[in-house]
């Protein structure tokens, strides 16, 4: 199993049936930077390729699931490279990691609490269950930054899983929505109390790592076929090129 991680923790239970990867950098809310990102795609290909593994369960240390993607690295990157170059990458590797979590045979589940903002919520919408504290508060802020929703190719999903109507209510007025509306919005799967969150997400993971695996392989095989059917109708093939292009807009001196 790989650790030797900088902004992740990796723990496997059970035998190694269930690994939690534990999103890890709780001084800034588990904000999603280059690093984080380049560690997960590594994790999650490593996981994909390893039979043993059946279900991964993707939590944040600290007291958020994770604050958004980091902002704070987009100045340097630009600084270093006005064509915006490198701040596109950074946007193709998340789509990456997206795309990867959503398409993934075992089985993922999103241990979800405290703040679930922007890129955070878009980890968690690729993932196959989630389950949330009933303190959880989730934000769609994009449009509040100025800034597209473009993050990961994140958009197509959530209008999948959560519908067009809702959807468009929180990206226009990026108003925050707590975990009951969450629920309501097919974005969660389950609400249970804070301290109950462990037990819950425990029962699940044990429950479908028990199930055949071949059964539970050929099923995520099906489900992906149908989730990368629709994320192709929506579309969202020049989101990095948009993102990059919105963020220096606003990173850049005017003049």
Request: glycine residues 8%; negative net charge.
């Amino acid at each position: 199993m790989l650790k030797d991680f900088k902004t992740l923790q990796v723990t496997d239970t059970n035998k190694g049936a269930i690994v939690e990867v534990q999103l890890n950098r709780p001084e800034t809310g588990n904000s999603v930077d280059g690093q984080m990102l380049s560690e997960l795609l590594v994790l999650l290909r490593h996981l994909e390729d390893d039979p043993t593994v059946r279900v991964m369960v993707l939590s944040g240390a600290g007291d958020h699931f994770c604050q958004g993607g980091d902002r704070s690295e987009f100045p340097e990157l630009l600084e270093r490279d006005p064509s915006g170059s490198e701040l596109t990458a950074l946007g193709y590797t998340a789509q990456r990691v997206c795309s990867t979590l959503a398409q993934m045979k075992l089985v993922t589940i999103a241990r979800l609490h405290g703040d679930v903002i922007g890129a955070g919520l878009g980890l968690a919408i690729f993932c196959d269950l989630r389950i949330g504290a009933d303190t959880a508060r989730f934000r769609m802020p994009e449009v509040g930054l100025g800034v597209p929703p473009a993050w990961g190719g994140v958009l197509p999903r959530l209008l999948e899983e959560a519908g067009q109507s809702r959807v468009r209510r929180f990206l226009l007025t990026a108003d925050a929505f707590d975990a009951e509306m969450a629920e309501r919005m097919s974005i969660l799967d389950k609400v249970v109390p804070a301290s109950e969150l462990d037990a819950a997400v425990t029962h699940w993971a044990k429950k479908i790592a028990r199930r055949d695996p071949t059964a539970m392989r050929i099923t995520k095989t099906m489900l992906n076929a149908r989730a990368g059917a629709s994320q192709l109708a929506v579309g969202s093939y020049f989101d990095e090129e948009l993102l990059t292009a919105s963020i220096a807009r606003r990173v850049l001196p005017r003049g």
